[in-house]
């Protein structure tokens, strides 16, 4: 029975060791996708890019909330033929603005997943050259309740996204 005992006290022992031995880090991706410069750049672009598009629509909203007025003002004086066709081109303009409006919608959903998949890499890449840089055997992100502030390197990987050419 002692021997088992000090079998067990033995492996204890020798898996402490080996444990303290183990470099592992955390790196809190949410707070560097939410601070990178390239972040912010590809939301410009994105800007840029979607803006004629979305004024196109905010002034073609602005169209139809025009004429849709003008039916209401002038439905007691215009005849019900014209007030039909009225309509039923107001009816056009509204169809035609949800398709543009879905369509902007689903390209803008596509570019941004576009740009936030180029950052995730870069930041991957990013990380596992920290990791390889500073001997890390294991890099934690996600799902991690608690880590201490000495093993946390987000801001090196903040520092070394901040230090690339954009």
Known sequence: MKIKIALCLGLLLITNVSFAELKVGFVNIPLVLEKAPQAE???????????????????QQKEIENLAEKISKNAAVTSKSEQAKLESDLLNKKRDAQRAQQEFSEDFNVRRN??????????????????????????LTDGVIYANDEIDITTQVQQKLASQPN
């Not at 890499?121 to 990791?131: D, K, L, P, S, Y």
């Open 114 to 139: 576009e740009e936030l998949g180029k950052l995730q890499r870069n930041i991957v890449e990013v990380i596992r050259g920290i990791a390889k840089d500073q001997n890390f055997d294991l890099l």
């Open 41 to 59: 750049k590809a939301k410009k672009r994105l800007e840029q890019e979607f803006s004629p598009r979305d004024k196109r629509l905010v002034a």
